[in-house]
């Protein structure tokens, strides 16, 4: 089967399409023909040393976690999906899945069904990033209705869904992004956002019960987000975590601090699928890429300026 395979570590160009051996599901996994893999930052992170480069260890492997796909076959025991079923997931993460390939192999329970109403290059958008936010804002932070939640990089892959995941559980909703983007923010359900570019979002924002730091070290977001928050509000930092120096500065203010690593849920999956479905949860996709051009799709990626998620389209 053609994959996009990496033997060390590096800039965009490592990346290299080859042909790999098929895999094959063992009991309770199943194998899945991928249509789309979605890109993430944890992907061009790990390709060029950090992210999950420390668990994956040394190359030569295979990159990516969100898979959209049909399964083709299923091992022994799997009574929860069957050939022919449109599915989606982020298996194994922070294992490596291979998702930069024509075929998978994980746990059935690891994915859910597609949603119906998308196709697969926009469900391939959809897993680690929803997840992320999912479970950031229902099993870490609890959140309730008439809470202010404070999210940054609110246009990107993992803010979007956010956004609407908190609206939808509530809660009222503050996003960091820049001008260009806050029309688009506020139609997902943003009750006001900031341009970090033109304003301190700690000088404007206050009282939230919620901050989700998507950008952690970045212009020191972290330490700074510790002032937008209400006594024993909570500060749940994703990339970079909390550093000794963090958890002190917000006890000393008042604050609590969590750190963050999604986890694969084929059960909030199906979850978030019938929000999708039947909510109205919007998944920006603002370009595809052919498998064979996965180094082009890291290379936009790492400037930082997408506006939800870039897919590989494995297909084509």
Known sequence: MRAVVQDGLGGPEVLRLAEIPRPAPLPTEVLVRVHAAGVNPVDWKTRA??????????????????????????????????PGDEVYGMPWFPRQAGAYAEYVTAPARQFARKPASLSHTEAAAVPLAALTAWQILTDTAHVEPGQRVLVHAAA????????????????????????????????LGATRSVDYTR??????????DVVVDLLGDHDDTSRRSLRTLRKGGLLVAVPAGVSEELRRAAEEAGVRTSPFLVEPDGHALA?????????GVAVAVEETFPLA???????????GRTRGKLVLDVRG
């Open 49 to 82: 040393g950090g992210g999950m480069a420390g668990v994956l260890g040394d190359p030569p492997f295979v990159l990516g976690w969100d898979v959209s796909g049909v399964v083709e076959e299923v091992g022994f025991g799997v009574t929860t999906l069957a």
């Open 199 to 208: 304003e301190r979002f700690e000088d404007v924002v206050a009282d939230a």
């Open 293 to 303: 051009e996965a180094a082009r799709a890291h290379a936009q990626g790492e400037q």
């Open 271 to 279: 979850a978030i699928a019938r929000l999708i479905d039947t909510e």
């Open 156 to 187: 990107g892959g993992v803010g979007h869904f956010a956004v609407q995941f908190a609206r939808h559980l509530g809660a009222e909703v503050v996003g960091t992004a820049r001008t260009a983007r806050h029309e688009w923010l506020a139609g």
